[in-house]
């Protein structure tokens, strides 16, 4: 009985024990959850400049979208905006919308230009440059969101040749137009910031199903790189913005025809809406000072945030149950 006894002390004791440590586990787990939001935080907010100082913006590629988008944000703030895209009748529309007096106090609303422009094109780029030289003073910041995908979704084996010399045209050949055009006006006024749009294949991982979009991506980054260490010794930056997944015409293309429930269920968790993003990245591209970098929207810890509240996002872009269950060929 004294040996029954003794082994319940001791088990109790160790109940005891475990349920410390279980409660310390918990406390450590909180404290580290609660460190990495702090550190996310004071980065994410490092380069952020929402004053209002009437910079001077080309979007190119700005006619839907996170363009659209991004050409908002820097109205908003008081920048004044080139947008550019192929469709002249569409800009026009696109500038009175965004000087609709909805948008803002049309006092403290930046001015917008528009011209037309094929960015797969080098002289229309060329064009572009000198009308933008005509409108401001100078130039600091040329963003090029211009992008097209795969009119299929599917292997190479079903990609129409002529879009494929499209798609390479447009997302890659036309980001170094751009800046071979962009470096002769901050060249000469000694200062300026470029930004290239990242997608799907920027991170080198495999996209079987988009190959041509993510093969004209992967180069962004490399592109960046390089420019970034050619011209160190000059006052212009080069960086790449990160808006991650959105329900753009782009992803809704090639994606839609071929979702499914728990295709459905993931995009309504991974995508964010552009408006969204464009008001957390236009202030940290206003006030970045450096080269070289990936400004990322969707972060590792921002994907893990929302895979835990899963429930939040149910339906948000996607009716889940508007898709099979699985894709029938």
């Given at each position: 009985q004294k040996m029954e006894t003794k082994q319940e002390t001791v088990l109790n004791q160790l109940v005891e024990l475990a349920s410390n440590n279980k409660i310390i586990s918990i406390g450590a787990t909180l404290m580290a959850?609660?460190?990495?939001?702090?550190?996310?935080?004071?980065?994410?907010?490092?380069?952020k400049d929402s004053?209002?100082?009437?910079?001077?913006?080309?979007?190119?590629?700005?006619?839907?979208?996170f363009g659209l988008a991004l050409a908002k944000q820097f109205i908003l703030l008081g920048d004044n905006v080139l947008i550019s895209s192929r469709n002249e009748y569409n800009l026009r529309n696109i500038r009175d919308d965004l000087l609709d007096p909805k948008q803002g106090n049309l006092d403290t609303l930046g001015d917008v230009h528009i011209k037309a422009c094929d960015v797969s094109n080098f002289n229309e780029v060329q064009e572009l440059g000198e009308y933008a030289k005509t409108v401001f003073d100078e130039v600091d910041m040329w963003i090029n969101t211009a992008a097209i995908s795969e009119a299929v979704?599917?292997?190479?084996?079903?990609?129409?040749?002529n879009n494929a010399r499209d798609i390479i045209n447009i997302n890659f050949l036309g980001c170094i137009y751009c800046a071979r055009v962009a470096l002769d006006i901050m060249l000469e006024q000694n200062h300026?910031?470029?930004?290239y749009c990242s997608g799907a294949g920027s991170d080198g991982n495999a996209n079987p199903h988009s190959i041509l979009y993510s093969a004209s991506k992967s180069g962004i980054h490399q592109?960046?790189?390089?420019?970034?260490?050619?011209?160190?010794?000059?006052?212009?930056?080069f960086n790449v913005i990160g808006p991650g997944m959105m329900p753009t015409q782009l992803l809704l293309n090639t994606q839609d025809q071929y979702l499914t429930k728990s295709v459905a269920r993931t995009f309504n968790?991974?995508?964010?809406?552009?408006?969204?993003?464009?008001e957390w990245m236009v202030p940290r591209m206003r006030g970045v000072n450096v080269g070289g970098l990936h400004l990322n929207y969707m972060t590792k810890t921002r994907i893990f945030c929302k895979?835990?509240?899963?429930?939040?996002?149910?339906?948000?872009?996607?009716?889940?149950?508007d898709y099979p269950d699985v894709i029938v060929d």
């Amino acid at each position: 009985q004294k040996m029954e006894t003794k082994q319940e002390t001791v088990l109790n004791q160790l109940v005891e024990l475990a349920s410390n440590n279980k409660i310390i586990s918990i406390g450590a787990t909180l404290m580290a959850l609660y460190s990495i939001r702090s550190l996310y935080r004071k980065w994410s907010g490092k380069y952020k400049d929402s004053s209002q100082k009437s910079l001077n913006v080309v979007i190119v590629g700005a006619s839907a979208g996170f363009g659209l988008a991004l050409a908002k944000q820097f109205i908003l703030l008081g920048d004044n905006v080139l947008i550019s895209s192929r469709n002249e009748y569409n800009l026009r529309n696109i500038r009175d919308d965004l000087l609709d007096p909805k948008q803002g106090n049309l006092d403290t609303l930046g001015d917008v230009h528009i011209k037309a422009c094929d960015v797969s094109n080098f002289n229309e780029v060329q064009e572009l440059g000198e009308y933008a030289k005509t409108v401001f003073d100078e130039v600091d910041m040329w963003i090029n969101t211009a992008a097209i995908s795969e009119a299929v979704y599917g292997g190479l084996d079903m990609q129409d040749m002529n879009n494929a010399r499209d798609i390479i045209n447009i997302n890659f050949l036309g980001c170094i137009y751009c800046a071979r055009v962009a470096l002769d006006i901050m060249l000469e006024q000694n200062h300026g910031k470029i930004f290239y749009c990242s997608g799907a294949g920027s991170d080198g991982n495999a996209n079987p199903h988009s190959i041509l979009y993510s093969a004209s991506k992967s180069g962004i980054h490399q592109l960046t790189a390089s420019l970034t260490k050619a011209y160190d010794h000059t006052n212009i930056l080069f960086n790449v913005i990160g808006p991650g997944m959105m329900p753009t015409q782009l992803l809704l293309n090639t994606q839609d025809q071929y979702l499914t429930k728990s295709v459905a269920r993931t995009f309504n968790i991974l995508c964010e809406d552009c408006d969204i993003v464009a008001e957390w990245m236009v202030p940290r591209m206003r006030g970045v000072n450096v080269g070289g970098l990936h400004l990322n929207y969707m972060t590792k810890t921002r994907i893990f945030c929302k895979f835990v509240t899963f429930w939040r996002h149910k339906n948000r872009f996607f009716v889940q149950d508007d898709y099979p269950d699985v894709i029938v060929d």
